[in-house]
Protein backbone atom coordinates (compact mmCIF):
# COMPACT_ATOMS: atom_id res chain seq x y z
CA UNK A 1 0.00 0.00 0.00
CA UNK A 2 2.67 2.56 -1.31
CA UNK A 3 2.01 6.41 0.08
CA UNK A 4 0.37 8.89 -1.93
CA UNK A 5 -0.62 12.02 -1.52
CA UNK A 6 -3.19 11.99 -4.03
CA UNK A 7 -5.11 8.98 -2.59
CA UNK A 8 -7.19 8.92 0.31
CA UNK A 9 -5.56 7.16 3.30
CA UNK A 10 -8.32 4.72 5.06
CA UNK A 11 -7.93 5.43 8.96
CA UNK A 12 -9.22 3.54 12.09
CA UNK A 13 -9.15 4.69 15.13
CA UNK A 14 -10.41 2.69 18.19
CA UNK A 15 -10.95 4.19 21.76
CA UNK A 16 -12.08 3.81 24.72
CA UNK A 17 -13.03 7.12 26.70
CA UNK A 18 -13.70 10.71 25.26
CA UNK A 19 -10.40 11.84 25.96
CA UNK A 20 -8.46 9.06 24.17
CA UNK A 21 -11.11 9.76 21.19
CA UNK A 22 -10.14 13.13 20.98
CA UNK A 23 -6.42 11.51 20.67
CA UNK A 24 -6.58 9.33 18.67
CA UNK A 25 -8.99 10.60 15.57
CA UNK A 26 -6.43 13.77 16.28
CA UNK A 27 -3.48 12.04 15.69
CA UNK A 28 -5.08 10.00 12.96
CA UNK A 29 -5.46 14.02 11.43
CA UNK A 30 -1.80 14.94 12.15
CA UNK A 31 -0.32 11.70 11.12
CA UNK A 32 -1.97 12.01 7.66
CA UNK A 33 0.60 13.00 4.96
CA UNK A 34 0.32 16.66 3.85
CA UNK A 35 -2.25 17.72 1.08
CA UNK A 36 -4.49 14.22 1.23
CA UNK A 37 -7.35 13.34 2.38
CA UNK A 38 -8.66 10.54 5.38
CA UNK A 39 -11.38 8.50 5.95
CA UNK A 40 -11.37 8.17 9.52
CA UNK A 41 -13.56 5.27 11.38
CA UNK A 42 -14.25 5.63 15.05
CA UNK A 43 -15.27 2.55 16.64
CA UNK A 44 -15.84 2.68 20.84
CA UNK A 45 -14.46 0.20 22.86
CA UNK A 46 -17.68 -0.31 25.14
CA UNK A 47 -17.21 -0.09 28.69
CA UNK A 48 -17.30 1.77 31.80
CA UNK A 49 -16.01 5.20 30.28
CA UNK A 50 -17.61 4.57 26.78
CA UNK A 51 -18.36 8.59 25.95
CA UNK A 52 -21.80 9.79 25.45
CA UNK A 53 -23.27 11.99 22.52
CA UNK A 54 -22.78 15.24 24.70
CA UNK A 55 -19.37 14.13 25.32
CA UNK A 56 -18.58 13.32 21.93
CA UNK A 57 -19.75 16.92 20.50
CA UNK A 58 -17.85 19.00 23.06
CA UNK A 59 -14.36 17.13 21.90
CA UNK A 60 -15.52 18.50 18.68
CA UNK A 61 -13.97 15.90 16.62
CA UNK A 62 -15.77 14.00 13.72
CA UNK A 63 -15.19 11.08 11.72
CA UNK A 64 -16.76 9.69 8.81
CA UNK A 65 -18.21 6.45 10.65
CA UNK A 66 -18.38 6.12 14.44
CA UNK A 67 -19.88 3.04 16.10
CA UNK A 68 -19.64 1.10 19.80
CA UNK A 69 -17.94 -2.11 19.93
CA UNK A 70 -16.55 -5.20 21.88
CA UNK A 71 -13.11 -5.70 21.61
CA UNK A 72 -14.24 -9.40 19.60
CA UNK A 73 -16.42 -7.22 17.63
CA UNK A 74 -13.53 -5.17 16.75
CA UNK A 75 -11.32 -8.01 15.83
CA UNK A 76 -13.82 -9.23 13.33
CA UNK A 77 -13.89 -5.90 11.42
CA UNK A 78 -10.39 -5.79 11.46
CA UNK A 79 -10.01 -9.21 9.81
CA UNK A 80 -12.89 -8.04 6.94
CA UNK A 81 -11.66 -4.42 6.24
CA UNK A 82 -8.57 -3.06 5.03
CA UNK A 83 -7.11 0.28 6.17
CA UNK A 84 -3.99 1.99 5.59
CA UNK A 85 -3.34 3.09 9.56
CA UNK A 86 -4.75 1.74 12.82
CA UNK A 87 -4.46 4.06 15.95
CA UNK A 88 -5.29 2.65 19.31
CA UNK A 89 -5.91 5.06 21.84
CA UNK A 90 -6.68 2.71 25.22
CA UNK A 91 -5.58 1.69 28.10
CA UNK A 92 -2.04 -0.50 28.39
CA UNK A 93 -3.88 -3.63 28.95
CA UNK A 94 -5.92 -2.29 25.84
CA UNK A 95 -3.47 -1.89 23.51
CA UNK A 96 -1.76 -5.58 24.38
CA UNK A 97 -5.20 -7.52 23.99
CA UNK A 98 -5.62 -5.75 20.86
CA UNK A 99 -1.68 -6.44 19.52
CA UNK A 100 -2.31 -10.37 20.57
CA UNK A 101 -5.80 -9.98 18.71
CA UNK A 102 -4.60 -8.22 15.53
CA UNK A 103 -1.48 -10.44 15.19
CA UNK A 104 -4.12 -13.74 15.16
CA UNK A 105 -6.63 -12.27 12.52
CA UNK A 106 -4.09 -10.92 10.14
CA UNK A 107 -2.16 -14.08 10.33
CA UNK A 108 -1.11 -14.73 6.51
CA UNK A 109 -2.31 -11.70 5.29
CA UNK A 110 0.18 -9.84 2.68
CA UNK A 111 -0.79 -6.14 3.89
CA UNK A 112 -2.08 -4.79 7.18
CA UNK A 113 -2.34 -1.34 8.48
CA UNK A 114 0.29 0.14 9.86
CA UNK A 115 -0.29 0.11 13.94
CA UNK A 116 0.05 3.30 15.85
CA UNK A 117 -0.28 3.90 19.71
CA UNK A 118 1.01 6.18 22.82
CA UNK A 119 -0.58 7.98 25.24
CA UNK A 120 -3.16 10.65 26.10
CA UNK A 121 -0.93 13.27 28.09
CA UNK A 122 1.82 13.33 30.64
CA UNK A 123 3.01 10.08 31.61
CA UNK A 124 3.84 10.40 35.11
CA UNK A 125 2.98 6.80 36.77
CA UNK A 126 3.40 3.36 35.58
CA UNK A 127 5.96 4.34 32.95
CA UNK A 128 7.30 0.25 32.22
CA UNK A 129 4.38 -1.41 32.95
CA UNK A 130 2.06 0.92 30.46
CA UNK A 131 5.07 0.93 28.14
CA UNK A 132 6.09 -2.33 27.47
CA UNK A 133 1.96 -3.23 27.29
CA UNK A 134 1.79 -1.03 24.38
CA UNK A 135 5.28 -2.90 22.99
CA UNK A 136 4.86 -4.71 19.26
CA UNK A 137 2.74 -1.33 17.65
CA UNK A 138 4.85 0.38 14.57
CA UNK A 139 4.63 3.40 15.89
CA UNK A 140 4.93 4.09 19.75
CA UNK A 141 4.42 7.66 19.84
CA UNK A 142 6.09 9.74 22.83
CA UNK A 143 4.46 13.61 23.06
CA UNK A 144 7.87 15.21 24.22
CA UNK A 145 11.60 15.07 23.96
CA UNK A 146 11.78 14.13 27.58
CA UNK A 147 9.21 10.58 27.19
CA UNK A 148 11.39 9.37 23.90
CA UNK A 149 13.94 9.37 25.87
CA UNK A 150 12.17 7.44 28.50
CA UNK A 151 10.44 5.08 26.22
CA UNK A 152 13.20 4.12 24.57
CA UNK A 153 15.63 3.55 27.90
CA UNK A 154 12.73 1.13 29.61
CA UNK A 155 12.45 -0.67 26.13
CA UNK A 156 16.25 -1.14 25.70
CA UNK A 157 16.68 -1.66 29.76
CA UNK A 158 14.35 -5.30 29.23
CA UNK A 159 16.18 -5.79 25.78
CA UNK A 160 12.91 -4.81 23.66
CA UNK A 161 13.06 -3.47 19.95
CA UNK A 162 12.55 0.16 20.22
CA UNK A 163 13.06 1.43 16.84
CA UNK A 164 8.97 2.12 17.76
CA UNK A 165 9.52 5.22 19.56
CA UNK A 166 8.77 8.21 17.44
CA UNK A 167 8.64 11.60 18.89
CA UNK A 168 5.64 13.94 18.14
CA UNK A 169 3.51 16.83 20.50
CA UNK A 170 0.16 16.50 21.89
CA UNK A 171 -2.19 16.66 18.83
CA UNK A 172 -4.30 19.01 20.66
CA UNK A 173 -2.12 21.76 21.11
CA UNK A 174 -3.28 24.87 19.07
CA UNK A 175 -4.85 28.22 19.40
CA UNK A 176 -3.95 31.76 19.59
CA UNK A 177 -0.60 32.73 21.91
CA UNK A 178 -2.04 34.59 24.93
CA UNK A 179 -1.94 38.66 24.10
CA UNK A 180 -2.93 40.36 27.43
CA UNK A 181 -5.28 40.39 30.31
CA UNK A 182 -8.86 40.23 29.20
CA UNK A 183 -12.04 42.07 30.72
CA UNK A 184 -12.66 41.04 33.24
CA UNK A 185 -9.39 38.77 34.20
CA UNK A 186 -10.08 35.50 33.82
CA UNK A 187 -9.28 32.21 36.49
CA UNK A 188 -9.90 29.13 34.93
CA UNK A 189 -9.58 25.83 37.30
CA UNK A 190 -9.19 22.70 34.97
CA UNK A 191 -10.51 19.91 36.99
CA UNK A 192 -9.65 16.40 37.20
CA UNK A 193 -11.77 13.01 37.33
CA UNK A 194 -9.49 11.25 39.67
CA UNK A 195 -6.98 13.78 41.02
CA UNK A 196 -7.47 14.68 43.88
CA UNK A 197 -9.72 11.39 44.72
CA UNK A 198 -10.97 12.67 48.69
CA UNK A 199 -13.98 14.78 49.40
CA UNK A 200 -11.57 16.47 52.03
CA UNK A 201 -9.14 17.41 49.29
CA UNK A 202 -11.98 18.43 46.62
CA UNK A 203 -13.69 20.19 49.16
CA UNK A 204 -11.01 22.02 49.93
CA UNK A 205 -9.75 23.25 46.49
CA UNK A 206 -13.41 24.37 46.16
CA UNK A 207 -13.16 26.56 48.64
CA UNK A 208 -10.10 28.24 47.97
CA UNK A 209 -11.55 28.79 44.78
CA UNK A 210 -14.48 30.16 45.80
CA UNK A 211 -12.41 32.27 48.54
CA UNK A 212 -10.25 33.28 45.93
CA UNK A 213 -13.65 34.67 43.58
CA UNK A 214 -14.68 36.51 46.66
CA UNK A 215 -11.29 38.22 47.40
CA UNK A 216 -11.25 38.91 43.74
CA UNK A 217 -14.79 40.23 42.74
CA UNK A 218 -13.11 41.87 39.83
CA UNK A 219 -12.44 38.85 38.08
CA UNK A 220 -14.31 36.01 36.77
CA UNK A 221 -13.61 32.50 38.57
CA UNK A 222 -14.67 29.49 36.20
CA UNK A 223 -14.53 25.98 37.31
CA UNK A 224 -13.92 24.02 34.14
CA UNK A 225 -15.57 20.85 34.73
CA UNK A 226 -14.70 17.41 32.17
CA UNK A 227 -17.68 15.97 32.39
CA UNK A 228 -21.58 15.86 33.66
CA UNK A 229 -23.03 13.68 37.04
CA UNK A 230 -23.30 10.18 35.27
CA UNK A 231 -20.85 10.79 32.63
CA UNK A 232 -17.11 8.87 33.12
CA UNK A 233 -13.96 9.87 31.14
CA UNK A 234 -10.80 8.30 31.29
CA UNK A 235 -10.77 7.66 35.07
CA UNK A 236 -13.90 7.22 37.69
CA UNK A 237 -15.11 10.07 38.95
CA UNK A 238 -16.86 9.49 42.34
CA UNK A 239 -17.29 13.02 43.90
CA UNK A 240 -18.32 15.44 41.25
CA UNK A 241 -17.96 19.34 41.96
CA UNK A 242 -20.99 19.73 40.83
CA UNK A 243 -22.84 18.36 43.85
CA UNK A 244 -20.03 19.38 46.29
CA UNK A 245 -20.39 23.05 45.26
CA UNK A 246 -24.55 22.64 45.92
CA UNK A 247 -24.29 22.93 49.60
CA UNK A 248 -21.62 25.83 49.11
CA UNK A 249 -22.96 29.86 48.32
CA UNK A 250 -20.41 30.81 45.93
CA UNK A 251 -20.44 34.76 44.70
CA UNK A 252 -21.92 35.73 41.40
CA UNK A 253 -18.27 35.71 39.80
CA UNK A 254 -17.79 32.20 40.14
CA UNK A 255 -19.28 29.72 37.07
CA UNK A 256 -19.52 26.33 36.30
CA UNK A 257 -18.05 25.66 32.57
CA UNK A 258 -18.02 22.95 29.97
CA UNK A 259 -17.19 23.14 26.72
CA UNK A 260 -14.11 22.36 24.46
CA UNK A 261 -11.09 23.65 26.78
CA UNK A 262 -9.36 25.31 23.63
CA UNK A 263 -12.26 27.35 23.74
CA UNK A 264 -12.07 28.29 27.45
CA UNK A 265 -8.25 28.98 27.25
CA UNK A 266 -9.11 31.99 24.80
CA UNK A 267 -10.68 34.03 27.51
CA UNK A 268 -8.36 32.84 30.55
CA UNK A 269 -5.53 34.95 31.88
CA UNK A 270 -4.68 32.41 34.41
CA UNK A 271 -4.98 28.74 34.72
CA UNK A 272 -4.80 26.68 37.62
CA UNK A 273 -4.84 22.78 37.96
CA UNK A 274 -3.24 20.19 40.11
CA UNK A 275 -1.74 18.29 37.13
CA UNK A 276 -4.12 18.10 34.17
CA UNK A 277 -3.02 17.94 30.68
CA UNK A 278 -4.34 21.32 30.21
CA UNK A 279 -1.29 22.78 31.98
CA UNK A 280 0.49 21.55 28.64
CA UNK A 281 -2.07 23.20 26.21
CA UNK A 282 -1.85 26.62 28.00
CA UNK A 283 1.67 26.56 28.55
CA UNK A 284 1.47 26.59 24.84
CA UNK A 285 -0.18 29.38 24.38
CA UNK A 286 1.96 30.94 26.74
CA UNK A 287 -1.43 31.72 28.78
CA UNK A 288 0.06 32.16 32.64
CA UNK A 289 -0.01 28.53 34.27
CA UNK A 290 -0.05 27.29 38.04
CA UNK A 291 0.17 23.93 39.33
CA UNK A 292 -1.43 23.83 42.50
CA UNK A 293 1.17 22.76 45.55
CA UNK A 294 -1.64 23.31 48.57
CA UNK A 295 -2.00 19.57 48.65
CA UNK A 296 1.71 18.70 48.73
CA UNK A 297 3.97 17.78 45.59
CA UNK A 298 3.23 14.26 45.12
CA UNK A 299 3.70 11.40 42.59
CA UNK A 300 -0.15 10.22 43.64
CA UNK A 301 -1.26 13.53 42.46
CA UNK A 302 0.95 14.02 39.09
CA UNK A 303 2.07 17.23 39.94
CA UNK A 304 5.54 15.78 40.40
CA UNK A 305 6.11 16.16 36.94
CA UNK A 306 6.15 19.79 36.71
CA UNK A 307 9.17 20.30 39.32
CA UNK A 308 11.28 22.17 37.40
CA UNK A 309 8.82 24.31 35.50
CA UNK A 310 8.13 26.98 37.19
CA UNK A 311 4.96 27.10 37.41
CA UNK A 312 4.32 25.26 41.12
CA UNK A 313 2.70 27.81 43.47
CA UNK A 314 -0.14 27.83 46.34
CA UNK A 315 -3.89 29.57 46.40
CA UNK A 316 -2.02 32.04 49.39
CA UNK A 317 0.59 33.12 46.35
CA UNK A 318 -2.46 33.23 43.86
CA UNK A 319 -4.76 35.27 46.09
CA UNK A 320 -2.00 37.70 46.86
CA UNK A 321 -1.07 38.10 42.58
CA UNK A 322 1.44 35.82 41.84
CA UNK A 323 2.13 35.29 38.40
CA UNK A 324 4.46 32.60 36.87
CA UNK A 325 7.37 32.32 34.86
CA UNK A 326 7.50 29.02 32.89
CA UNK A 327 11.25 27.64 32.83
CA UNK A 328 11.85 27.66 28.86
CA UNK A 329 14.21 24.45 28.65
CA UNK A 330 11.70 22.68 30.88
CA UNK A 331 8.53 23.72 28.56
CA UNK A 332 10.85 22.88 25.46
CA UNK A 333 11.19 19.51 27.04
CA UNK A 334 7.94 18.75 27.16
CA UNK A 335 6.68 18.87 23.63
CA UNK A 336 5.08 22.13 24.33
CA UNK A 337 5.79 23.96 21.06
CA UNK A 338 5.78 27.35 22.91
CA UNK A 339 8.51 27.94 20.46
CA UNK A 340 6.65 27.65 16.91
CA UNK A 341 8.17 24.24 15.90
CA UNK A 342 4.61 22.78 16.12
CA UNK A 343 3.84 22.67 12.52
CA UNK A 344 6.87 20.04 11.74
CA UNK A 345 6.41 18.00 15.53
CA UNK A 346 4.58 15.42 13.87
CA UNK A 347 6.61 15.00 10.69
CA UNK A 348 9.07 12.22 11.45
CA UNK A 349 6.20 10.56 12.34
CA UNK A 350 4.89 11.06 8.67
CA UNK A 351 7.68 10.03 7.53
CA UNK A 352 7.64 6.67 8.92
CA UNK A 353 4.09 5.85 8.11
CA UNK A 354 5.14 6.38 4.41
CA UNK A 355 7.97 4.28 4.48
CA UNK A 356 6.43 1.37 6.51
CA UNK A 357 3.54 1.61 3.66
CA UNK A 358 5.84 1.32 0.73
CA UNK A 359 7.60 -1.64 2.43
CA UNK A 360 7.79 -4.57 0.01
CA UNK A 361 5.61 -7.30 0.49
CA UNK A 362 3.75 -5.57 3.30
CA UNK A 363 4.74 -5.53 6.84
CA UNK A 364 5.64 -8.18 9.22
CA UNK A 365 3.44 -10.17 11.73
CA UNK A 366 3.27 -8.02 15.16
CA UNK A 367 6.03 -8.93 17.87
CA UNK A 368 4.64 -7.75 21.25
CA UNK A 369 7.31 -7.63 23.70
CA UNK A 370 5.04 -10.06 26.42
CA UNK A 371 4.02 -13.55 24.91
CA UNK A 372 2.76 -16.76 27.02
CA UNK A 373 6.40 -17.92 26.95
CA UNK A 374 8.05 -14.21 28.17
CA UNK A 375 4.58 -13.33 30.83
CA UNK A 376 2.41 -16.66 31.05
CA UNK A 377 1.69 -15.14 35.31
CA UNK A 378 0.48 -11.76 33.54
CA UNK A 379 -0.41 -11.96 29.87
CA UNK A 380 -3.34 -14.25 30.07
CA UNK A 381 -5.22 -12.19 32.44
CA UNK A 382 -4.74 -8.93 30.20
CA UNK A 383 -6.00 -10.91 27.45
CA UNK A 384 -9.03 -12.25 29.34
CA UNK A 385 -10.45 -8.87 30.18
CA UNK A 386 -11.22 -8.55 26.92
CA UNK A 387 -12.84 -12.48 26.75
CA UNK A 388 -9.18 -13.06 24.11
CA UNK A 389 -7.74 -16.65 24.85
CA UNK A 390 -3.41 -16.27 25.69
CA UNK A 391 -3.23 -16.59 21.66
CA UNK A 392 -5.68 -14.14 20.60
CA UNK A 393 -8.34 -15.76 19.95
CA UNK A 394 -12.03 -15.34 21.57
CA UNK A 395 -12.57 -17.46 24.52
CA UNK A 396 -15.83 -19.50 25.15
CA UNK A 397 -18.76 -17.46 25.27
CA UNK A 398 -17.12 -14.24 24.43
CA UNK A 399 -19.92 -11.28 23.68
CA UNK A 400 -21.08 -11.45 19.74
CA UNK A 401 -17.84 -13.03 18.45
CA UNK A 402 -19.49 -14.50 15.30
CA UNK A 403 -22.21 -12.03 14.42
CA UNK A 404 -23.30 -7.95 14.43
CA UNK A 405 -25.25 -6.89 17.95
CA UNK A 406 -28.93 -6.72 17.39
CA UNK A 407 -30.97 -3.43 19.12
CA UNK A 408 -31.70 -5.88 21.98
CA UNK A 409 -28.42 -6.40 22.95
CA UNK A 410 -27.75 -2.71 22.45
CA UNK A 411 -30.09 -1.16 24.14
CA UNK A 412 -29.22 -4.14 26.85
CA UNK A 413 -25.54 -3.10 26.55
CA UNK A 414 -26.70 1.15 27.53
CA UNK A 415 -28.85 0.33 30.41
CA UNK A 416 -25.83 -1.87 31.73
CA UNK A 417 -23.38 0.97 31.68
CA UNK A 418 -25.96 3.21 32.93
CA UNK A 419 -26.33 0.71 35.97
CA UNK A 420 -22.58 0.39 36.20
CA UNK A 421 -22.08 4.61 36.10
CA UNK A 422 -25.09 4.89 38.57
CA UNK A 423 -23.23 2.53 41.30
CA UNK A 424 -19.95 4.15 41.44
CA UNK A 425 -21.47 7.28 41.85
CA UNK A 426 -23.86 7.24 44.22
CA UNK A 427 -24.16 3.33 45.76
CA UNK A 428 -20.44 2.70 46.41
CA UNK A 429 -20.12 6.57 47.89
CA UNK A 430 -22.62 5.52 50.59
CA UNK A 431 -21.71 1.71 50.94
CA UNK A 432 -18.10 3.48 51.81
CA UNK A 433 -19.74 5.79 54.70
CA UNK A 434 -21.63 3.21 56.53
CA UNK A 435 -18.19 1.14 56.32
CA UNK A 436 -16.45 4.59 58.12
CA UNK A 437 -19.48 4.41 61.00
Known amino acids: MPASATKTRRVAVLADSD?????????????????????????????????????????????????EVTAVEFLRVMAQESYDVLVLSLVGGGVQAMLHGLKRVWEGRAERPVVVTGYVGVVYEKLADGLLLRHGADLVLANSRQDAERFRAVYEGVGADATSVTEVALPFLGGEPYAGEHDPYTVVFAAQPS???????RTYLLNRLIQHARKHPEREVLLKLRSKPGEHTTHIEELPYQKLVQPLDPPANFKLVYGNMGEVLDRTDLLVTISSTAALESLHRRVPTVVLTDLGVRETLGNHHFVGSGCLASWDQLDEGHSPTPDEEWVSRQGVCADGTYATAFDTARERIAQL???????????????????????????????????????????????????????????????YRHGVQRVAPVIRRMGEL
Open 357 to 419: LARPGGLPALTPYYTPATAPGYLPGILARHHLGPDGSPLPGAPAHDKEPGPVRQIVRRAARGA
Open 19 to 67: TRWKWGALTANRIAPENSDIRLDGFLLRGRATPTARQLQEVGVHADSLR
Open 195 to 201: VPDSRKD
